[in-house]
């Protein structure tokens, strides 16, 4: 699907994604144990569970995975953008718990949805596409599984559709019942996002892949949510 993995066939997954979402917004079962407890996988900092696992997330990224990073790739990055990733994880440590406090505009998320944990169907007329792959399932902000999937597009393709596609998904919540969760809610929830998805490189330690997200981080001016 890389090479025809167009506006529209976006939209689509955007529709399924969206089916999970709404059905999953803010429900009852969310509040369970089974959502709160700690993952630790790389994909866990975007999970929405209590403060003090939120802590411990960040307190190994600081003491374990981006030392490791910093000295995988020390000939390769600057002191100003390895001290960036510090303070993202510094910020994130109080931005998130304090956005998941609200205790509202939470959800189900796949947590690791990109291009090849979906099943595309033949005929899109006739059938609907599916999503594999759910092992890192967990409560989350919604606009992470949007942010994810766009996110290692070529920098330019992303930008040129990346705020049409995060339209299209809030109209999507709206149209299906989702309320009081305003554009702005919307974006700085995918800000969030955005900032979320920028720790999972240190783990995998893949430098093109970390760089494409720092742009991304860049271009919605994430740096500006930074303590």
Same mark, same amino acid.
């Given at each position: 699907q890389e090479d025809t993995f167009t506006i529209d066939l976006f939209k689509q997954v955007i529709d399924s994604i969206l089916k999970f979402h709404i059905g999953w917004w803010d429900a009852e079962e969310l509040k369970g144990e089974d959502f709160l407890r700690a993952t630790g996988e790389p994909l866990c900092m975007i999970h929405a569970s209590t403060t003090d696992v939120v802590k411990d997330y960040c307190r190994a990224w600081r003491e +374990?995975?981006?030392?490791?990073?910093?000295? #995988?790739?020390?000939?390769?990055?600057?002191?100003?953008?390895? %001290?960036?990733?510090? +303070?993202?994880?510094? $910020? /994130? &440590?109080?931005?998130? *718990? $304090?956005?998941?406090? +609200?205790?509202?505009?939470?959800?189900?998320?796949?947590?690791?949805? !990109? #291009?090849?944990?979906?099943?595309? *169907?033949?005929? $899109?007329? #006739? !059938?609907?596409?599916?999503?594999?792959? /759910? &092992?890192?399932?967990?409560? %989350?902000?919604?606009?992470?599984?949007?942010?994810? =999937?766009? $996110?290692?597009?070529? *920098?330019?393709?992303?930008?040129?559709?990346?705020?049409?596609? =995060?339209?299209?998904? !809030?109209?999507? =919540?709206?149209? %299906?019942?989702?309320?009081?969760?305003?554009w702005d809610d919307c974006v700085s929830d995918y800000r969030l996002s955005v900032m979320a998805n920028l720790f999972p490189t240190l783990v995998w330690k893949r430098l093109p892949t970390f760089k494409s997200r720092m742009e991304q981080f860049l271009d919605w001016d994430c740096q500006d949510l930074l303590l």
């Open positions: +374990k995975e981006l030392p490791q990073f910093a000295s #995988k790739f020390s000939g390769e990055l600057s002191q100003e953008t390895l %001290g960036l990733i510090l +303070k993202s994880i510094d $910020a /994130w &440590e109080k931005l998130y *718990p $304090a956005r998941i406090g +609200k205790g509202r505009g939470l959800t189900l998320l796949h947590g690791d949805l !990109h #291009k090849y944990n979906i099943f595309y *169907p033949k005929d $899109a007329s #006739k !059938h609907t596409l599916y999503f594999t792959d /759910w &092992e890192t399932f967990k409560r %989350g902000i919604g606009t992470y599984d949007l942010c994810y =999937l766009v $996110a290692d597009e070529e *920098p330019d393709r992303r930008r040129s559709m990346e705020e049409g596609l =995060l339209r299209y998904y !809030h109209n999507g =919540l709206m149209e %299906g019942g989702v309320s009081g969760y305003s």
